[in-house]
């Protein structure tokens, strides 16, 4: 089974700054790689898949890059509705695997 | 495009759920499911998938044995039968849709499954 783990687990920030998120796979996925936002009660919501494409109507301020084993989601000037939590999953290998999240709060 | 799951609920350790997952606003035949789940505090893991025609079934090993995803195209309806049920299944059941064996683009709101005694 491929570990997937996020880092950092909670990031502070402010308002209209940038948030960078990390995502690492215990051996390399390629590309195949989501990340997924998550605010506790709604449906989770698509961000981002093969690593770096933009899923249908998510805004430019969310861009993911990274191949391999190491991942990143940059969300740029943070609005209040990018507040929740943040999860990447890998899908090169079965089983399909989560990381354990990270949860982006107002500083 | 919409997922609407039901059948979550308080049950006994040992004992049986079934969960469904009615689709609605795509084609449903001609895409995999997945069920994935969200204990309480934790977060998401992958639970089973399933292809559009039902041939391609994979499991995660907490579940191996126990659960058995299966659809019905006919009623456009994603299913999963959980037996011999454990305190550690207690989650948030979500259906999700997507490419076989990929990401998953459309989730429901998800169910909510309690097994405690």
């Known amino acids: 089974e491929i570990v997937v783990t996020q880092s950092p687990a909670t990031l502070s920030v402010s308002p209209g700054e940038t948030a960078i998120l990390s995502c690492r796979a215990s051996?390399?996925?390629?590309?195949?790689l989501a990340w997924y936002q998550h605010k506790p009660g709604q449906t989770p919501r698509l961000l981002i898949h093969?690593?770096?494409t933009r899923a249908t109507d998510i805004p430019a301020r969310f861009s993911g890059s990274g191949s391999g084993t190491e991942f990143t989601l940059t969300i740029s000037s943070l609005q209040s509705e990018d507040f929740a939590f943040y999860y990447c999953q890998q899908y090169g290998n079965w089983p399909l695997t989560f990381g354990g999240g990270t949860k982006v709060e107002i500083k | 495009v919409q997922l609407l799951e039901s059948g979550g609920g308080l049950e006994q350790p040992g004992g049986s759920l079934r969960l469904s997952c009615v689709a609605s606003?795509?084609?449903?035949?001609?895409?995999?499911m997945t069920w994935v789940r969200q204990a309480p505090g934790k977060g998401l893991e992958w639970v089973s998938h399933?292809?559009?025609?039902?041939?391609?079934?994979q499991y995660a090993d907490s579940v191996k044995g126990r659960f058995t995803i299966s659809r019905d195209n006919s009623k456009n309806t994603l299913y999963l039968q959980m037996n011999s049920l454990r305190a550690e299944d207690t989650a948030v059941y979500f259906c999700a849709k997507g490419p076989p064996g990929s990401y998953l683009d459309i989730w429901g709101l998800g169910t909510a499954v309690s097994i405690s005694s």
């Open positions: 606003g795509f084609t449903f035949n001609s895409y995999a």
């Open positions: 093969g690593a770096s």
């Open positions: 051996q390399s996925v390629r590309s195949s």
């Open positions: 399933i292809d559009g025609r039902g041939r391609d079934i």
